[in-house]
């Protein structure tokens, strides 16, 4: 009975304590993404913490906004910490042709993880500030970030997506249109089978038979998971053999590993970081067990009405 009023009294102080900060009242959130299952093409706003760097015009990796002014990407992106001529671009549906809502900022700052080494391309992440913050709309917000705690069981469902080729050396045909693709997780075992050199700061996603991958192109760019209404960070596209190669997952960057890091380098307006726990099947699922601290606590509150009823 203890626990319980302990969960009661804690339960409203969370809600309250969230509220105060931004990023954990946007993030994570997409206006415009209300699939259940999702095609090649991502109709525009699906993705709104999407990013494309590009250099003089070119892009060459994606990233994920994770607050007004920082992205995070893979440090395999980058051979220097120069910021010359690197560009981000935000609200990007299409990378050729008219693109309403997007918005550009040049980078002031680049931050790789100091013990990256590659290979195995372990610590693959990287920060970049960007020259002036930026407004969200429902085309730009922020993604949620998986806390130190989170838990992406095997099976969990994720999308990556990006602007990357579609095959190895096929390149996205005009007008490159954003891609997204569905990819369960895959268990360290599993991955370390394939790989023999994965870490506990990656995590592994794909199919056993393929098909499905990021590829030359994506790196940097998001592996998302939905944890009821909200889309967490789960990964970032780091590296893998070939592209949707049967037995060889896509390997990311695990994101949870890094909240200290993270937070270390933004000092103020941190990113919303979120407790994830997948559920091994479908992502977006709320179970039992999750509902169950709220129900206790609303019971008492609802039983006197259906009585006086």
């Known amino acids: 009975m203890e626990g319980k009023l302990l969960i009661c009294a804690v339960l409203p102080l969370v809600f309250l304590l969230s509220g105060n ?70 609200g990007r549906d299409s990378l050729n042709g008219i693109n309403l809502n997007d918005v550009s900022r040049s980078v002031i700052q680049i931050i790789n993880h100091p013990d990256y080494d590659s290979p ?22 922020p993604v949620c970030l998986a806390a130190n705690d989170s838990d992406f069981q095997t099976g969990t469902t994720c999308w990556v997506t990006g602007w990357g080729t579609i095959n190895s050396g096929d390149s996205l045909p005009f007008p490159q249109r954003l891609q997204e693709v569905t990819v369960p997780v895959v268990s360290q075992t599993s991955c370390q089978e394939s790989y023999g050199s994965i870490t506990s700061n990656m995590i592994c996603a794909g199919l056993a038979e393929g098909g499905k991958d990021s590829c030359q192109g994506d790196s940097g760019g998001p592996l998302v998971s939905k944890n009821d209404s909200r889309w967490v960070l789960g990964g970032v596209v780091s590296f893998g053999r070939g592209c949707a ?32 726990s997948g559920d091994g099947a479908s992502s977006s699922s709320h179970s039992f067990a999750h509902s169950l601290p709220l129900l206790l606590c609303i019971l008492p509150v609802l039983l006197p009405l259906f009585v006086l009823s």
């Open 245 to 276: 190669e049967p037995n060889f997952p896509g390997v990311y960057a695990r994101v949870s590993e890094y909240e200290n890091w993270i937070k270390s380098h933004i000092s103020s307006n941190q990113p919303g970081f979120v407790s994830f």
């Open 120 to 141: 195995p391309n372990n610590n693959d992440v990287s920060l970049l500030k960007l020259s002036s913050t930026v407004s969200f709309t429902d085309y730009i917000r």
């Open 21 to 90: 900060n931004a990023q954990l009242d946007v993030c994570g959130t997409a206006p415009l993404n209300t699939k259940i299952v999702g095609g090649e093409d991502a109709p525009a706003g699906s993705w709104p913490w999407q990013v494309s760097l590009q250099r003089r015009g070119f892009h060459f990796c994606g990233g994920s906004l994770i607050n007004n002014q920082w992205i995070l990407t893979a440090a395999h992106c980058f051979s220097s910490t120069s910021t010359s001529g690197l560009v981000v671009s935000l």
